[in-house]
């Protein structure tokens, strides 16, 4: 047990290459794809996020995230910047990512994060989170839009009922 | 990469040292049933031999602070010692008391003074500069009356800062209030003398001096030792101060050990304060760094630095070929970062950044170097991660 590392195999290996930090810079406007930012946390509180997604419509192109905190957040946020490019984000913000890539409870089991921590990766979904609410008005195919920037048609209809 | 395969480079001398091999054998040589394995309250020769062995071991441990043998009482280290002295100094008297402690001594002092709060007396908890120095000004416009102690550290555990204990003490003869003194981190790195400095109570320990874990000492003044009351009852060993069998084994592992520092103080003072330097520099031209405490009143082999814009726990993680400490809250996310470097006026930020590198006996200059690049990478690392 001693030998082991606290981190756990997963975290460890995201944890020591976060080669996905980094920005996304807006792009020109009329150009097909879109980039949303979006930022969760306080620098005192242990925790803050950011993330960059580019997306396609409602396809995640490519995501960037700038992350303080300890190595359990550090560590998720590269993975999600990992998982999330090709995820068609369909409905409203919180269903729509859930579908892609779970919760931050998942998200914990699969990378071994202490359920602790847990407080942390809801930093993480919020600045992911964020970064979706603002998707709407960068969006480049202007649907009429309720709520955080849904673009599947039926979720759309169901909220702006 | 899993990044803990390589066993780290030990540079946390101040949490705790490797038993010295010279230790080792002495301490061997009490365990077995050839050796000196005998209960020193036993009358027959296994029991007086095992006496004799602790009470020449008392001598070498009361060599290295100055005192007399008979005035120095075995214990379970110094976290009991600072207990014994403060809650058995105060509990003895049978009336309300005062006692004055700084807010950056270790738990096992400011714990000791919350529980005498608790028990109806009343503590003072001076607030140290940005430096972590205590006043001896500050010091007596503290003091009361009803003030029967002032426990005050000598070097500070986190910051390795050195107080002005000769100072300290003055103020405490001049109202008559006893000093206790909390040393687990100077004995055997700076001299000491007990009786040229004016100290009534000073607690130190085995480990901390390339000892062994478990066994400790408080030195008690006789005027001092006279009005202690024991926190443990049992056999009357230690004068009746501190029941419990002797650990032969343990009390002779700590003689050997305090001999050694005795004889080497001077040489690892001055080398480990120059490696001191040496990290020092190594780090200092990094944007944002900040040592905590002081420049030059500071333990030899401590070095404790902020880093702004750093999470600590993950500079520590980061950090796979350093064995060092944090300042840092990583086992829950609950707690506060480090109470002393908050006390020296530390934001949370930057008292949660904080790394803590101790040197010793087994570190040079190559040592110096891999720590420093080490940290210099990891810093720029997780700098280039952040918002």
């Known amino acids: ?161 | 990469m899993s990044g803990v395969e390589a066993l780290p480079l030990y540079l946390d001398h101040a949490a705790t040292t490797p038993v010295d091999a010279r230790v080792a054998a002495a301490m061997d040589d009490c365990l077995r049933q050839e050796g000196t394995f005998g209960n020193p309250a036993s009358p027959h020769l296994y029991g007086r031999r095992a006496r004799e062995r602790i009470e020449s071991s008392r001598s070498q441990v009361a060599r290295l602070i100055g005192a007399a043998a008979p005035d120095l009482l075995f214990t379970s280290g110094a976290t009991e010692s600072n207990n014994l002295a403060i809650l058995g100094s105060v509990r003895s008297l049978g009336r309300r008391a005062h006692v004055v402690t700084a807010s950056s001594e270790h738990r096992s002092v400011l714990d000791a003074c919350r529980q005498l709060e608790r028990e109806g007396h009343s503590a003072s908890y001076l607030a140290p500069d940005a430096h972590g120095l205590i006043e001896a000004s500050q010091l007596e416009a503290a003091l009361r009356a009803e003030t029967v102690l002032v426990s005050i550290m000598h070097a500070n555990n986190e910051t390795g800062v050195v107080q002005d204990i000769a100072a300290l003490a003055a103020v405490c003869r001049r109202h008559a209030v006893a000093l206790h003194v909390d040393a687990a981190q100077s004995a055997g790195k700076l001299p000491i003398d007990v009786r040229s400095l004016g100290v009534d109570l000073l607690s130190f320990t085995a480990h901390k001096l390339y000892g062994p874990k478990g066994i400790g000492a408080l030195y008690a003044a006789p005027r001092q030792r006279a009005s202690l009351q024991p926190l443990l009852f049992g056999g009357g060993q230690e004068r009746g101060i501190r029941s419990g069998t002797l650990a032969v084994h343990q009390i002779v592992g700590f003689g050997v050990a305090c001999e050694m520092a005795l004889i080497d103080l001077p040489a690892q003072a001055e080398r480990l304060t120059r490696l001191t330097q040496l990290l020092w520099h190594g780090l200092a031209d990094l944007p944002g760094v900040l040592r905590n405490g002081h420049a030059t009143r500071c333990a030899p082999g401590v070095l404790n630095v902020s880093f702004e814009g750093i999470e600590g726990e993950s500079l520590m993680a980061g950090l796979t070929e350093l064995a060092v400490s944090s300042g840092s809250a990583c086992d829950s996310d609950s707690e506060e970062p480090s109470h002393v470097l908050r006390s020296l006026g530390r934001s949370r930020e930057l008292a949660q950044s904080a790394l803590r590198v101790s040197l010793g006996r087994s570190s040079g200059e190559p040592q110096v170097q891999r720590a420093v690049a080490a940290i210099r990478r990891e810093v720029l690392r997780l700098r280039a991660v952040a918002p």
Not at chain 1, 35 to 61: H, M, N, Q, Y
Not at chain 1, 89 to 117: F, I
């Open chain 1, 1 to 161: 047990m001693a030998e082991e590392d606290p981190l756990g195999p997963r975290v460890r290996a995201l944890f020591m290459d976060l080669a996905h930090a980094g920005d996304l810079l807006p792009l020109a406007a009329g150009e097909a794809q879109a980039v949303c930012t979006g930022e969760a946390g306080r620098t005192g509180e242990g925790t803050r996020v950011r993330f960059s997604l580019r997306l396609s419509g409602t396809r995640v192109e490519q995501v960037r995230y700038r992350a303080f905190g300890c190595p359990f957040t550090l560590a998720t946020c590269e993975w999600l910047a990992r998982e999330l490019p090709g995820c068609e984000l369909h409905g409203a913000v919180e269903r729509a990512l859930e579908k892609a890539v779970g919760t931050p409870a998942g998200w914990a089991a699969t990378l071994g994060v202490p359920a602790a921590r847990l407080g942390r990766l809801l930093v993480v979904e919020d600045a992911l989170r964020q970064a979706l609410a603002t998707k709407a008005p960068c969006e480049p195919t202007r649907r009429p839009m309720v709520r955080c920037s849904v673009t599947d048609p039926d979720e759309s209809m169901t909220d702006s009922g």
